[in-house]
């Protein structure tokens, strides 16, 4: 019944998604064009790759909250790391930036099992320390676009088969993420964890060590798009993607992953991605005030999430047969 009912949300926001583009295009027909397509979906890579780290997270009743500190503290990492070594390649960079935003987030993770505390506190928590460490390690100052790496500003700017390299990036970590849900035996044990952690441990599934996978490959994932948007954009500062782990809750909560765990998947969060991208592409292009899009998206997922509460409530979430049920 629950898997029904994902697919049919993922139908209707899909739906949506196409009307709100027919409307647009009919309005303004440029975006309806393969260019202006190109430009959303070069737009929405890096939150994509947020929301498939994010979504894991979701999927056990947790959250984090310092995936946009971590991108930033990763990017100024790597930032500084290219200014002071002129001679590194794109795959040490990659590397670094993977390996750095993995340790931030088991650091999360560990926190959280090691102390038994709410996800919500420690992610926030480190949200702060991780944006002081950024105003340690540069002085407070920024790093523009003379400083940064070479490699560093040429990757997201190169094209591979028609498509931006960011492009290729969002899709090999999406397709990555999907077959890990689907074929792996610890992705399976994410969704049982979110939707019953006592039957979960009732038939040995290890909360701690899923908790830390799932932490540590946010963080990774973040790091990743922490490079990213450092050579997108040409610079890295203290400021850099505040507010934006926001964005990436939005994006999963709208694309049916949540927030009470054990729901969603990975096409949903696609979706998710994709209609933030189509809506920020087209607001502007109908003249909509800047102010007028933050009440829009904060409306949109208020509606996300009473739409998510009530179809679970009729889908139910029980996992184990109640006592005295027949066969």
């Not at 590194?88 to 670094?96: D, E, G, P, R, T």
């Not at 909509?288 to 009729?314: D, K, M, Y």
Request: proline share 3%; glycine share 12%; hydrophobic share 55%.
């Amino acid at each position: 019944m629950k898997n029904l009912l994902s697919v049919r949300r993922e139908w209707l926001l899909l739906a949506i998604i196409v009307v709100i583009a027919l409307a647009v295009g009919a309005r303004a027909p440029v975006f309806l064009t393969w260019r202006n397509g190109i430009d959303i979906a070069n737009d929405s890579a890096i939150l994509a790759i947020l929301v498939m780290g994010q979504m894991l997270v979701l999927l056990t009743r947790g959250i984090d909250l310092s995936v946009a500190s971590n991108l930033a503290l990763t990017g100024m990492v790597c930032a500084l790391v290219g200014r002071a070594w002129p001679g590194a390649n794109i795959a040490v960079l990659l590397a670094l930036a993977m390996v750095v935003g993995a340790g931030l987030g088991a650091l999360n993770g560990w926190l959280i099992t090691r102390f038994d505390l709410p996800p919500i506190v420690v992610t926030l928590g480190t949200l702060s320390a991780y944006r002081g460490s950024i105003f340690v390690a540069s002085k407070g100052a920024w790093i523009s676009d003379q400083d940064i790496h070479e490699v560093i500003k040429g990757l997201p700017r190169e094209q591979w088969l028609g498509l931006p390299a960011l492009v290729w990036f969002a899709i090999v970590v999406v397709a990555a993420m999907a077959l890990f849900l689907k074929y792996r035996r610890e992705g399976r044990e994410i969704y049982a964890l979110g939707g019953n952690p006592h039957a979960a441990a009732y038939v040995g599934i290890s909360a701690p060590s899923r908790l830390m996978m799932v932490y540590t490959l946010s963080g990774m994932l973040a790091g990743l798009a922490g490079l990213l948007w450092v050579g997108r954009y040409s610079i890295a500062y203290t400021e850099l993607a505040a507010g934006y782990e926001l964005t990436v809750v939005a994006a999963c909560v709208i694309g049916g992953i949540s927030i009470g765990g054990g729901v969603g998947s990975v096409a949903g969060a696609a979706l998710g991605v994709l209609f933030i991208g189509v809506v920020n592409g087209a607001l502007p292009v109908i003249q909509v005030s800047p102010f007028w899009q933050q009440a829009i998206a904060g409306a949109v997922i208020l509606i996300s999430v009473t739409v998510n509460v009530r179809s679970e409530q009729r889908a139910g979430r029980q996992i184990l047969e109640r006592q005295g049920a027949p066969a």
